[in-house]
């Protein structure tokens, strides 16, 4: 296994068109998080799960942004009708229930044009 | 809810000096874990170092320590021995279900 994996790595797209960004973590991984990073800030938390459980949104997270993880093990990340304030790096780290390392993928670059 | 804070936007050091980036942090809870991540220009998050916060002893991983002063709020980071590879953002991590991050230092070294 070599660690997380994010799919695509960037992506561009024109405003008001839906994205989805895929996120693959480290096998035995059960706890999957999403966050948010803009230039010069830190990452900020969206949302995350355990195994196929969604536990956590932030109010961050609008109603065009859904995350799915149906199995338990990959998850995708989905905006819709975009907006060019949704541009930002989209990171997504994994790590087991009760160990304390998260582990952070490359991310997928968006940009809203 | 918690709140990380890093005060030093921009930090910079001599090749082979020490460095010491600050970090707070307001929690309500007694146990929790902190966190040094490392992002470099490439962006992927790596991590420096970690403390539990049911630990009084200071964590150590080769050239990095903390010193963590869990009454004040307090876990800055030290770099000893500063080298090139190290010039990069480092954030300040606060873990209990979920990490929450401050906005970040940037590191800088000076050959």
């Known amino acids: 296994d070599t660690g997380v994996s994010q799919d695509p790595r960037h992506k561009i797209t024109k405003r008001g068109q839906n994205v989805t960004f895929r996120c693959d973590p480290i096998?035995?991984?059960?706890?999957l998080y999403w966050y948010r990073q803009t230039l010069g800030q830190g990452p900020e938390f969206l949302t995350y799960f355990q195994n196929e459980a969604q536990l956590e949104k932030s109010r961050l997270l609008s109603d065009r942004f859904s995350a799915e993880r149906p199995k338990g093990s990959f998850s995708t990340l989905e905006i819709q009708r975009t907006e060019q304030g949704d541009s930002a790096m989209y990171l997504c780290?994994?790590?087991?229930?009760?160990?304390?390392?998260?582990?952070f993928g490359q991310g997928t670059r968006l940009t809203v044009v | 809810a918690q709140t990380v804070t890093q005060s030093q936007p921009e930090m910079s050091v001599q090749e082979a000096e020490t460095v010491t980036l600050s970090c707070t942090y307001d929690t309500s809870e007694s146990d929790y874990y902190l966190f040094w991540y490392k992002q470099p220009p490439s962006r992927q998050m790596i991590l420096v170092i970690r403390q539990e916060a049911y630990k009084q002893q200071n964590a150590t991983e080769n050239r990095f320590s903390v010193n963590f002063q869990k009454a004040a709020k307090s876990f800055s980071l030290k770099i000893s021995d500063s080298q090139l590879g190290d010039a990069a953002m480092y954030f300040c991590a606060y873990r209990n279900e979920k990490l929450t991050f401050g906005t970040g230092t940037r590191l800088t070294i000076i050959p």
């Open positions: 096998s035995e991984h059960n706890r």
């Open positions: 780290a994994s790590s087991l229930i009760g160990r304390t390392e998260a582990f």
